[in-house]
């Protein structure tokens, strides 16, 4: 199994999504930004590592919004999603092929990886319009 974090970072009413370079796998689809927990990292350790390393930003990172684990044909992962916000910098695209604010209620607008798609449920329904 690999531990994987992302983090939820929201700007207003709206959170940011980050869609995958085309010549990784699940190439071109959107997720939360974040990565693999690396030997001898904390989970928030590793959040912060991947947020610099991909849109150069510092993160402050806070509680668990939630976790879940999905099966890939190609891995086995466990998700650890966290609420967090930027401390300092402007997101880059140093890894992604894009970077976008959305709310709640425009995630059918765009095709997420498979395993944020019950995180996105979540999302929907604590603040989503009713």
């Known amino acids: 199994m690999t531990e994987v974090v992302a983090a939820l970072i929201w700007d207003n009413d709206k959170f940011m999504i980050c869609r995958r370079p085309p ?3 699940r190439g071109l689809l959107w997720e939360f930004v974040g990565g693999k927990v690396e030997a001898g990292e ?3 350790q590793a959040l912060i590592r991947e947020c610099r390393e991909e849109i150069d930003v510092t993160l402050s990172v806070g509680d668990v919004f939630t976790e879940v684990y999905h099966q890939y044909p190609d891995l086995y992962v466990h998700l650890t999603l966290f ?3 930027i401390a300092e910098g ?3 695209m140093l890894e992604h ?3 976008r ?3 709640p209620d425009e995630i059918p607008n765009y095709d997420f990886c498979p395993a944020d798609v ?3 449920a979540k999302i929907r329904d604590k603040y989503g319009v009713r």
Do not use: G, R, S
């Open 97 to 99: 092929a894009d970077i």
């Open 42 to 44: 904390t989970k928030e």
């Open 90 to 92: 402007v997101p880059k």
């Open 23 to 25: 010549h990784k796998t």
């Open 101 to 103: 604010w959305i709310t």
């Open 83 to 85: 609420n967090a916000t």
């Open 118 to 120: 019950e995180i996105l």
